[in-house]
């Protein structure tokens, strides 16, 4: 009897109409979707939580806060690299703009922290534009020497122009938020609500239309533009919406130590830290730059007091992902998921996993995402 059951509904599915398997199909990416979801509002909750335990010191919220600019600021250039395809290694110049316009408001016109990450995402977001709007026949190798040629630009910039006081610097006064003193702790909530917010908007852009037409950008631009994909238009957004994140994270690094200097900003290292956070967590998923930012902020916590073996670490790593898991870590972790996934995809939709299509399973990396 069992078997003629089983018999019976296999017989069922095989009749299954093409539009019945169509709606099964997306009620389960939905569902994955769902579960995306709630996997990073356990993330967030988590991380609400555990600086009010006992054992949390105020360094420990300090040091946290440090890894979530690097987060924030890997998500920015994972939006041009990972999504679009548009190699850049000068990102560092819009951690700049950030962090100068803000530093810049606060010392003569006392503004609150808010109105700086308003002011610096703006800064960065039109800074951005400017230069998606003139590097827009540059790709591959030619477009990262130019955003290479933006950071030491500004670097430049910072180091002779009196207003951006050189090396010496400029200090910051105590940070408010909405007009309220905060200290470590409120420092880290306010930067753990920039990473949710992006975290969520950048969710949406890549799920959205215009995420869409990056990848297909990033995947073959002609066949892109033969399906209606306006290049220029797209390549000036992705640099936009790139730079604002990546301000929104200079703001942040302005105001964690409340000091910023051109010896520091007038450098290539933070472009350099922000692309190796985007390629080792990778950068064409939403979990690689949060496992790329701890990466790159940790492993020289953990050896401060070996500095060059960190920056050794560091190129080693950078080195066996290229060779081994060129698509990132997160990817490396999260292929035995997509996989189950791509086989529920398949299995909803008839057909069977090792006979997939590569389009299926581009459906279901989406839902992954």
């Known amino acids: 009897m069992a078997m003629l059951k089983t018999t019976t509904g296999a017989a069922d599915g095989e009749r299954l109409a093409p539009a019945a398997r169509r709606q099964a199909v997306k009620r ?3 569902t994955f979707r769902r579960h995306d979801l709630l996997l990073y509002m356990a993330f967030f909750a988590i991380c609400i939580i555990v600086p009010m335990l006992p054992f949390f010191k105020g360094w420990m919220a300090s040091q946290a806060s440090l890894v979530i600019i690097y987060i924030v600021a890997a998500i920015g250039i994972s939006i041009l690299t990972g999504y679009t395809g548009l190699v850049s290694v000068g990102h560092g110049g819009f951690l700049a703009v950030g962090a100068y316009t803000s530093a810049l408001l606060t010392k003569y016109f006392a503004v609150d922290l808010a109105v700086g990450l308003v002011a610096g995402a703006i800064m960065s977001a039109f800074i951005g534009f400017l230069l998606g709007a ?9 477009m990262a020497i130019g955003t290479l040629g ?9 180091n002779n122009v009196p207003i951006f006081e050189g090396r010496d610097g400029i200090s910051l006064s105590a940070n408010y938020f909405f007009g309220s003193k905060i200290g470590d702790f409120g420092f880290y909530y306010v930067s753990l609500g920039v990473l949710a917010l992006t975290t969520l908007f950048t969710y949406a852009i890549v799920n959205s239309g215009v ?17 209606g994909v306006n290049r220029v238009n797209y390549r000036i957004i992705a ?16 105001h964690i130590v409340n000091y910023i200097s051109a010896e520091v900003y ?60 060129p698509a990132g870590v997160a990817e490396l972790l999260g292929r035995p998921l997509r996989r189950y996934r791509e086989r529920q995809v398949m299995e ?13 399973a581009g459906t279901t990396s989406e839902a992954a995402r």
Do not use: C
């Not at 640099?239 to 302005?254: C, D, H, K, Q, Y």
């Not at 909803?348 to 090792?354: I, L, R």
């Open 28 to 30: 389960l990416q939905a």
């Open 134 to 142: 003139i590097f827009l026949r540059l790709s591959g190798a030619f």
């Open 266 to 325: 007038g450098d290539i290292w933070y472009s350099v830290d922000i692309l190796v956070a985007a390629i080792v967590g990778g950068s064409a998923m939403l979990a690689g730059p949060y496992i790329g930012g701890i990466f790159v902020v940790m492993v020289p916590f953990f050896f401060e007091t070996l500095a060059d073996f960190s920056s050794i670490l560091k190129g080693v790593v950078l080195i066996l992902v290229l060779m081994f898991a």
């Open 211 to 227: 995420g869409r037409a990056f990848m297909a950008l990033r995947d073959s631009e002609k066949a892109a533009e033969a399906s």
């Open 150 to 158: 933006f950071a030491f630009f500004v670097g430049t910039v910072v």
């Open 348 to 360: 909803a939709a008839g057909k069977s996993f090792s006979k997939a299509p590569s389009a299926g």
């Open 239 to 254: 640099f936009t919406i790139s730079a604002a994140i990546t301000g929104l994270a200079g703001v942040l690094n302005a």
